[in-house]
């Protein structure tokens, strides 16, 4: 599986963002999808995550604590792509967001758990 994410930039806090993540494969459907982020000096850090589409768990959401009610994550199966909507960003959301797979049906928050990472894109929330 071979992940692209895109749609990161600049923006004023309060703003809104949608990143995308492209992924290649036919196998889309049956891994859990997640969003994590990592900032200058800081851990990579879990924000969100759908379950696979095929299991008793499908499509079943996970958010880290600071963007519920702010994140949504979602995914498209025919499309082989999962997005994050972010809404009302403030400047501790900038940092670098990587997507990432996990075989098996229930999203992993530990990063080391994930199978395939893509290449990250920048979001900047100025204040």
């Known amino acids: 599986v071979q992940l692209q994410a895109s749609g990161g930039g600049l923006v004023q806090a309060g703003g809104s963002l949608r990143l995308s993540c492209a992924a290649s494969g036919r196998t889309f459907s049956s891994y859990a999808m997640g969003w994590f982020r990592q900032a200058p000096g800081k851990e990579r850090q879990f924000v969100a995550g759908?379950?696979?589409?095929?299991?008793?768990?499908?499509?079943?959401?996970h958010y880290e604590d600071s963007v519920k009610e702010r994140f949504t994550i979602s995914r498209d199966n025919a499309k082989n792509t999962v997005y994050l909507q972010m809404n009302s960003l403030k400047p501790e959301d900038t940092a670098v967001h990587y997507c990432?797979?996990?075989?098996?049906?229930?999203?992993?928050?530990?990063?080391?758990?994930?199978?395939?990472w893509g290449p990250g894109t920048q979001v900047t929330v100025s204040s």
């Open positions: 759908v379950n696979d589409a095929v299991s008793w768990s499908v499509g079943e959401t």
């Open positions: 990432a797979a996990a075989r098996g049906m229930v999203v992993p928050t530990i990063a080391s758990e994930y199978d395939y």
